[in-house]
């Protein structure tokens, strides 16, 4: 859990996904991903989409257009119409120049400029975000003009009054630069007449050879657009491996599966290497891919086509025959009959994935479960005393629940067609097909409900501790007294273990459905504040294990007091829980989530709870509180079922 936030760069989470849907469809990359970073730009080859935080403190409509415009630009005109090897060439040859940081930037300048137009000229309903991105823009290089006019930047005052003078706003040229504008002048008019990435690259090079008679002048200080890096190629790999490769744009479902003869001198030089392509009835639907492995053991693949891959770690579907697979050189992704194909199971989400069950941003996670140990004297005394406190809500959620389900059982239903004969016999004669008898409901002592509940164990629960537990032994009390079997479990990452390859996330069940019912419950107060907390991780698996449960009716009820944070969780928790809530949803378990607030609910917390679980969210203002808060959500949810 984050104590101090130094910049706030929370996104709405509905957003992010809202670009994520939009950057797929323009790229036609079922896995590109969106990321906020400094600038705008796309990552080809790890299939991401970079929108900027420039436009983090506008306001929401403004802000959302222009992260539009940045996925538009990006997503469909970088993506579709830039030469990368063209750029990434020019800038290695600017790399010796002595401003090599305004060419660059006039560089990416004129090819944004040059996509802009190609964007709203093929896409026309882009205008509108791409017409505020403009007015934004003007503003703000107007305003970094005056600015480095004042700081004697002259080539970075330059650069702005370019900027603007493309889009149709006139600023003086810096005085200093006055005899370098004279001469780049018939050069810039030909940036607009650009048909292509290469185009601007030759007028971008005609001008460094202009500018190098300049040296007088500094170089730009400021950074307004940047490239992705060149991809970095092995040794081995350089020569065989191309950009097609990288980007895995040659996976696609063939009804051939091609094989290779492994040999040990495979990389030997002049080698050919044969192919076989084979298949059978039992493979040839794509769908069905596990006995296709059969054909090529030793080739790791992902199950969406014919290239091979190496595998990763937490590859779920490799887990029954990793131990018979062969190496494999992962170097040849050559296929036969290449062609695009409809395939209905392609990843649209981070956590739809075969190979990421949990989600991928969880991949790395290691799951550790700690049991309840046996309870202390102090303990036992410490959950009397909130059994006491709380038993006058226990006997009225109990009292009103037994009444609720007796007046059901006693009232008779009426107009049916068979049963006992009723009182309202004039409908034999006005109704052609009259109902003439009731029937009394069928006794119903219990319900067919099962309840989880999940514990926010991090370190930011330390002064709440004590009254979340006096909220979980009313929980515990009340499911116990009306015999519905439940489980509660706190849950935590340890962030001092964390590394990048494995993420320590503890389960402490401290009452389990196997003993709920008559458990005494004193093990609840072996809760403690303890680290991180990894949200979309735990409700994905209490998620699980709620599906196996017999009941008909299943309930994922959750204590938390913030924002998940755990290690590489920061950008993508909020998302990756909200996804965990509807992935469980769609098991057909309720899920609700109980926010608990320092003492005063701010519009942050409340859209935080929002964004991650709906409707379906409950803010407390204080722990204090959450036995007053609990009480009508378990009443509400017990009748419900009734």
């Known amino acids: 859990m984050k104590f101090l936030i130094f910049a706030d760069t929370k996104i709405d989470s509905f957003v992010h996904m809202q670009l994520i849907d939009l950057a797929r469809s323009l790229s036609r990359v079922d896995e590109m991903d969106v990321s906020f970073s400094y600038h705008s730009y796309l990552q080809r080859n790890s299939g991401i989409t970079h ?74 309903g882009m205008k509108h975000s791409f017409k505020l991105r403009k007015e934004t823009f003007q503003v703000h290089y107007n ?60 007028i971008v090079l005609q001008m460094a050879e202009i500018m190098e008679n300049h040296t007088q002048l500094a170089d730009m200080k400021t950074a307004y657009r940047s490239f992705s890096d060149k991809p970095v190629l092995s040794a081995d790999n350089e020569g065989s491996q191309t950009l097609e490769d990288l980007t895995r744009n040659n996976e696609t479902k063939t009804k051939k599966t091609i094989t290779k003869d492994e040999d040990k001198n495979d990389d030997e030089e002049g080698q050919e290497k044969e192919e076989h392509s084979s298949w059978h009835d039992e493979t040839s639907d794509p769908q069905e891919s596990f006995l296709q492995m059969d054909l090529d053991q ?18 779920a579907v490799f887990g029954s025959v990793q131990a018979s697979a062969q190496t494999t050189d992962n170097n040849d992704f050559n296929t036969q009959n290449e062609h695009e194909a409809e395939t209905d199971n392609n990843q649209t989400g981070s956590d739809s994935s075969n190979q990421f069950p949990y989600g991928e941003v969880n991949k790395n996670v290691t799951e550790h479960l700690v049991p309840a140990k046996p309870s202390t004297q102090e303990e036992l005394a410490q959950y009397e005393d909130f059994q006491q406190e709380i038993a006058p809500f226990v006997t009225q959620l109990k009292q ?70 006096k909220g979980i032994v009313l929980f515990h009390e009340t499911l116990k007294a009306l015999r519905i079997p439940h489980s509660v479990v706190g849950f935590w990452e340890d962030a001092a273990d964390a590394t990048s390859d494995d993420q320590p996330n503890y389960f402490h069940e401290v009452i389990s459905y196997r ?17 991180d907390n990894r949200d979309g991780y735990a409700i994905r698996r209490m998620g699980e294990e709620l599906s196996k449960r017999p009941e008909q009716q299943k309930i994922l009820l959750v204590f938390s007091d913030g924002e998940p944070a755990a290690f590489d969780y920061e950008t993508h928790g909020v998302l990756d829980t909200h996804e965990a809530v509807t992935r469980t949803r769609k098991r057909g378990i309720e899920t609700i989530g109980m926010f608990i607030a320092n003492g005063e609910i701010t519009d942050e917390e409340e859209k935080l709870m929002q964004n991650i679980y709906g409707p379906q969210n409950v803010v407390v203002p204080s722990a204090a509180e959450l036995v007053d808060y609990l009480m009508p959500v378990l009443r509400k949810l017990l009748f419900k079922f009734i």
């Open 51 to 124: 929108v900027s935080q420039f436009w983090n403190p506008y306001p929401p409509d403004i802000q959302l257009e222009g992260w539009k415009s940045d996925v538009y630009l990006r997503s469909f005109g970088t993506q579709f119409h830039t030469d990368d090897d063209v750029i990434w060439d020019s800038l290695q040859k600017l790399k010796s120049h002595p401003h090599r940081e305004f060419l660059k930037q006039i560089l990416l300048f004129s090819e944004d400029y040059r996509l802009e137009f190609l964007c709203t000229e093929q896409r026309p």
């Open 143 to 202: 305003r970094e003009y005056r600015k480095h006019i004042q700081q004697k930047r002259d080539l970075d005052a330059l650069f702005c009054h370019i900027i603007l003078l493309a889009n149709k706003r006139f600023v003086r040229v810096p005085a200093q630069t006055q005899s370098l504008y004279q001469e780049l002048r018939p050069v810039l008019a030909e940036l607009i007449q650009a048909q292509s990435t290469s185009d601007i690259a030759k």
């Open 298 to 315: 030793g080739t790791n693949t992902d199950l969406l086509g014919e290239g091979a891959r190496e595998a990763e770690s937490g590859d």
């Open 400 to 469: 009103n629940f037994l009444k609720t389900m007796e007046h059901k059982r006693s009232s008779p239903r009426e107009d049916l067609h068979f049963g006992r004969l009723g009182k309202k016999l004039t409908r034999l004669a006005t109704d052609k097909n009259p109902r003439l008898f009731q029937k009394k409901q069928e006794s119903q002592h219990e319900l067919d409900t099962t309840f989880t509940l999940l514990v926010d164990c991090s370190a930011s629960m330390f002064n709440k501790m004590q009254e979340t537990q």
């Open 515 to 531: 003993n709920s019912l008559h458990q005494p419950g004193a093990s609840i107060m072996q809760l403690e504040p303890q680290e």
